[in-house]
């Protein structure tokens, strides 16, 4: 991809919840092991299956490999856009743009879905039940782990932005990983298949992702700034257990049961795990749970019948502050 100094100078960066609906369900849908997600697939893939997602809409346009199409990945227009953005962003995609994806798809998969085929005939009435099937997923899979996984996502644009800071653009384009290499005036990157001129300004769209895989991922529509997705910095610590002691400062500030409620969620979990986890009542639980989430240190994420609570990027705020 060949920039001009315009285009250097919009480069930016962006935290995007569709980069990671995408990877992760062609993860999940794969069935096997992973190095890194092991843990959370195990976790997640049960929930997939008893929701039916497994067989949906995103089953026929993520496929086990190559090309997902382009309208699932709308562009980011502010540094960090909520999923409802992104969801609007797919239900506005114009029809000629959604059927000229799935064209492309067929080619390379050699043909389409009864679903996808829905869509192709009727994109305009179809792409609203693609929209909240992906918000259904979101809810098992993403939404439950999300502060985790955004605190991840953050730390990679921080620790980037202070690398162009101090050492320039060059750096930060040749440092997103080891198969992508600013040259002059060049971005090379791998597996696409021809060179791309972008010398209207449109600039350069970098997304770190904790799913994206071992590669990073493009998205290249001529009327939209490119988009590089690529894995983010410390992703491979992201499922680590953290210690589940509370500390004895936020046990005096909060009480005991509360503390340690919060504690425990290192990972996010029902009234009746943590009940049996912690010796409390689930009466007890649930009257904890919510004055922990009307103080924002908690969030509840429905997952068929049951209801499954995390701890917010201000709980772990706490707790690593209280930690001696």
Same mark, same amino acid.
């Given at each position: 991809m060949v920039f001009s100094a315009?285009?250097?100078?919009?480069?930016?960066?962006?935290?995007?919840?569709m980069w990671e609906v995408g990877p992760s369900f062609r993860l999940l849908a794969s069935g096997g092991a992973h190095a890194v997600h092991g843990a959370w697939a195990g976790r997640?893939?049960?929930?997939?299956? +008893?929701?039916?997602? %497994? !067989?949906?809409?995103? +089953?026929e346009l993520v496929p086990p490999s190559g090309y997902v199409p382009d309208f699932l990945n709308p562009t980011p227009h502010r540094p960090a856009p909520d999923l409802a953005e992104e969801l609007a962003g797919i +239900?506005? $995609? !114009?029809?000629?743009?959604?059927?000229?994806?799935?064209?492309?798809?067929?080619?390379?998969?050699?043909?389409?879905?009864?679903?996808?085929?829905?869509?192709?005939? #009727?994109?305009? %009435?179809?792409? $609203?039940?693609?929209? %909240? %099937?992906?918000?259904?997923?979101?809810?098992?899979?993403?939404?439950?782990?999300?502060?985790?996984i955004r605190a991840v996502l953050d730390a990679d644009v921080t620790h980037r932005a202070r690398q162009a800071a101090g050492q320039g653009a060059a750096r930060v384009l040749?440092?997103?990983? +080891?198969?992508? !290499?600013?040259?002059?005036?060049?971005?090379?990157?791998?597996?696409?298949? $021809?060179?791309?001129? !972008?010398?209207?300004?449109?600039g350069l769209l970098l997304i770190p992702s904790v799913f994206t895989g071992p590669g990073p991922f493009t998205r290249i529509i001529p009327v939209d700034p490119p988009q590089l997705a690529y894995p983010a #910095?410390?992703?491979?610590?992201?499922w680590e257990p953290r210690s589940a002691a509370a500390p004895g400062a936020l046990t005096a500030v909060l009480g005991r049961s509360r503390a340690m409620l919060l504690a425990e969620l290192d990972g996010p979990a029902s009234t009746t795990e943590l009940a049996g986890r912690t010796g409390l009542s689930p009466a007890g639980v649930s009257q904890n749970l919510t004055a922990l989430r009307g103080a924002g240190l908690v969030s509840a994420h429905r997952v068929g019948r049951s209801v499954l609570y995390a701890r917010t990027s201000v709980a772990d705020c706490l707790l690593a502050a209280a930690r001696p």
């Open positions: 315009g285009d250097l100078a919009q480069m930016r960066f962006a935290v995007s919840p997640v893939r049960p929930r997939l299956v +008893a929701a039916g997602l %497994e !067989r949906g809409w995103l +089953a +239900a506005a $995609a !114009r029809a000629e743009d959604v059927r000229g994806d799935l064209e492309r798809l067929r080619r390379e998969q050699g043909g389409l879905g009864p679903r996808a085929r829905a869509l192709y005939a #009727r994109p305009r %009435e179809r792409l $609203a039940e693609v929209a %909240e %099937e992906i918000g259904r997923y979101w809810q098992v899979a993403l939404a439950p782990y999300w502060a985790r040749n440092d997103l990983h +080891a198969s992508v !290499r600013w040259d002059e005036d060049t971005l090379r990157v791998p597996r696409r298949p $021809a060179e791309l001129s !972008r010398r209207a300004g449109r #910095r410390g992703f491979g610590s992201l």
